[in-house]
């Protein structure tokens, strides 16, 4: 698979480790030391995924990742420490797509990284007039997958692949309740393992971004110890 990958962190070490990890894949890699850098490299040459680190001088990563969602949708990973669990909730809520916490494993990322072009690439199909699958209606909300478009009592909700991938799954069957595996597998795969607090993330935001349309919003239900469910 092939992709154009932007890589933005201070230390130079790991730019250069992940670089010959991700090359050795097939991946076009461009690096940067800073946020600042980076924003300028991805406004004149833009990149099909991005991995930030969070902490970097100048223009830390949640910042960056502020600024390239004012005008795209690329995924982006955030690489964490270990006792950053506030900004790996706070980036995911930001927009961020996932988070692999240092030192980590350069395969994880990869995979990670493979997962979320697939989805990216059959959305791009989706969008390009190969028939797709026909919208979701349940209630007031509609889901359609071929346009990757999401709206509530017909306002547009801007959802992450990930994000859309979760609530259509939880969407497919109301009334239902699918568990944390469940939803794992139905956002990454089964390739690619996520902790349960990123799915949790992902189910914070998705009630974030409604309520932002409608205050009233409670559609998506936690059973606690179970899992969540869409109400019918």
Known sequence: MEGNIVLVDDDRNILTSVSIALESEGFKVRTYTDGAEALRGMSSNPADLAVLD????????????????DSNAIPVI?????????????????????????????????????????????????????????????????L????????????????????????????QRPGHVKNRDQLMDAAYGDAVYVDDRTIDSHIKRLRKKFKETDDDFGQ?????????????
């Not at 994880?108 to 199909?125: H, P, Q, S, T, Y």
């Not at 509530?152 to 799954?169: P, Q, S």
Request: net charge positive; charged share 35%; hydrophobic share 35%.
């Open 54 to 69: 969070i902490k970097m001088p100048r223009m830390d990563g949640m910042e960056l990742l502020r600024r390239i969602r």
């Open 144 to 171: 359609d997958a071929s346009r990757h478009l999401c709206t509530w009592k017909g306002k547009h909700v801007n959802l992450t692949v990930t994000e859309f991938l979760i609530l259509k799954a939880l969407a």
């Open 220 to 232: 998506i239900e936690t059973l606690y110890g179970v899992g969540y469910r869409y109400r019918e």
């Open 78 to 142: 955030f690489l964490t420490s270990k006792d950053d669990e506030i900004d790996e909730v706070l980036g995911l809520r930001m927009g961020a797509d996932d988070y692999i916490t240092k030192p980590f494993s350069q395969r994880l990322l990869v995979e990670r990284i493979r997962a979320l072009l697939r989805r990216e690439k059959a959305n791009k199909d989706a969008s390009e007039g190969k028939e797709g699958e026909k919208p979701i209606q349940r209630g007031d909300m509609m």
